[in-house]
């Protein structure tokens, strides 16, 4: 595990420390999705291999999903997988 600390700005800001950034294999650029848990708050980074969301839609009954839909479900999935270590994938697998 790593653990390090970073402090807010006037702006809002806070800088992604470098080993979290290079765990992570943030680039500059890179999209950090902020995910509000009951325990906290989890960053993932919003770079995703399309293979791992195998079965996380499901087989919606009225067609394809939307763009929207398909976002929406990635950033919940992510902060569930990263908050409790689990599979999210399991449990929307159709």
Not at 18 to 37: C, E, P, S
Not at 45 to 54: G, M, R, T, Y
Request: proline residues 5%; glycine residues 10%.
């Amino acid at each position: 595990m790593i653990r390090e600390e970073a402090t807010l700005t006037s702006k809002g800001q806070v800088t992604v420390p470098k080993a979290i950034r290079d765990k992570l294999g943030l680039r500059l650029g890179d999209t950090i999705v902020y995910t509000l848990t009951d325990d906290g708050v989890v960053l993932t980074p919003k770079c995703v291999d399309f293979a791992d969301l195998a079965g996380y839609l499901g087989r919606p009954p009225n067609g394809p999903a939307t763009l929207a839909e398909i976002d929406e479900t990635i950033t919940r999935h992510a902060g569930r997988q990263a908050s409790s270590g689990g599979d999210a994938a399991e449990d929307d697998a159709a």
